[in-house]
């Protein structure tokens, strides 16, 4: 992989993380839950993650 090439990907994903992690935080939060509660069913989750 070009060094260069992989500077770039990062500091453009640097550059637009405020917008990034406002569309994608609902992934962490789910998988927060999960983690922290552990037993939850398939369908109990999809539930719950369709709710965000």
Excluded at 6 to 14: E, N, P, V
């Amino acid at each position: 992989m070009d060094i260069n090439i992989l500077r770039q990907i990062i500091g453009a994903y640097k550059n637009d993380f405020a917008r990034i992690s406002n569309e994608e935080i609902y992934k962490w939060q789910a998988a927060h839950t999960y983690k922290k509660n552990g037993t939850l069913t398939a369908v109990i989750f999809l539930t719950c993650f369709t709710m965000l």
